[in-house]
């Protein structure tokens, strides 16, 4: 399998993967994180990792040449019509029958229950802790409801971003707190 990494970091998945497949193309806009995935691949002794410090926004693949692209806790930061962008893209990378799978914090501004219950239990953690506490809750109300830097949509947006595009078996799990994954395939025609 021919694997791509969105926003790798130093590699925790990529790192896991490589010794699975035939290679992996690990992408990070930060070129210090690129620079740890390869010290830490070299640490350990892996040789399939390619680094690629560009902007998910940025990159160009060849059509049909993947056959897994996962990305974790990384396509939040990309503002929704690069989200949507994004997976179209995918899909035209991806090979028949290739999968997208990304795990990410998912949660809307509390238009649902799920949504409702990570607010209101991330400002419980928060405010118990005094006023370092209240003033992440006024930091991180700059970040999510301004949207910038943290740009999270809900499970349900995100399997609509994957329908679009044209994936299918696209099913969503919750796994702790706002963490979620959403997956999909591409359809063999
Ligand atoms: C929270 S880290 C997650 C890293 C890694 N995937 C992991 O599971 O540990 C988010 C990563 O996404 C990268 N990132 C953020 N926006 C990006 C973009 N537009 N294009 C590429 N990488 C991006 C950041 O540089 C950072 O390394």
Same mark, same amino acid.
């Given at each position: 399998?021919?694997v791509?990494?969105l926003g790798?970091g130093?590699?925790?998945?990529?790192?896991?993967i &490589?010794?699975l497949v035939?290679?992996v193309l690990a992408?990070d806009?930060?070129?210090v994180?690129?620079?740890l995935?390869e010290? *830490?691949? &070299?640490r350990?002794g #892996?040789t *399939?990792?390619e680094?690629? &410090?560009i902007?998910i926004e940025?990159?160009?693949?060849p059509?049909?040449t993947i056959?897994?692209?996962?990305?974790?806790y990384?396509?939040?930061?990309?503002?929704?019509?690069?989200?949507?962008?994004?997976?179209?893209q995918?899909s035209?990378?991806l090979?028949?029958?290739?999968h997208l799978? #990304?795990g990410?914090?998912?949660?809307g501004?509390g238009?649902d229950?799920r949504d409702?219950?990570?607010?209101?239990s991330?400002l419980?953690?928060m405010l118990?802790?005094g006023p370092?506490g209240?003033w992440?809750?006024?930091? *991180?109300?700059?970040?999510?409801?301004?949207?910038?830097?943290e740009?999270?949509i809900?499970m349900r947006?995100?399997?609509?971003?994957?329908?679009?595009a044209?994936?299918?078996?696209v099913?969503?799990?919750a796994?702790?707190s706002e &963490?979620?994954v959403?997956?999909g395939?591409?359809p063999?025609?």
């Amino acid at each position: 399998m021919r694997v791509l990494d969105l926003g790798c970091g130093s590699g925790q998945l990529s790192l896991r993967i &490589a010794p699975l497949v035939h290679e992996v193309l690990a992408v990070d806009l930060s070129e210090v994180m690129i620079e740890l995935l390869e010290q *830490n691949a &070299a640490r350990a002794g #892996i040789t *399939n990792i390619e680094g690629r &410090a560009i902007p998910i926004e940025h990159l160009r693949i060849p059509e049909a040449t993947i056959d897994l692209v996962v990305s974790n806790y990384a396509l939040h930061h990309l503002r929704d019509k690069d989200k949507t962008l994004a997976v179209k893209q995918v899909s035209g990378w991806l090979r028949e029958g290739g999968h997208l799978v #990304i795990g990410d914090m998912m949660f809307g501004r509390g238009g649902d229950a799920r949504d409702r219950e990570i607010i209101t239990s991330k400002l419980s953690v928060m405010l118990k802790k005094g006023p370092g506490g209240w003033w992440r809750i006024a930091k *991180n109300a700059g970040r999510y409801l301004f949207r910038f830097q943290e740009r999270p949509i809900s499970m349900r947006a995100w399997m609509t971003l994957f329908e679009e595009a044209g994936f299918i078996d696209v099913t969503a799990t919750a796994v702790v707190s706002e &963490a979620a994954v959403v997956r999909g395939t591409k359809p063999q025609r």
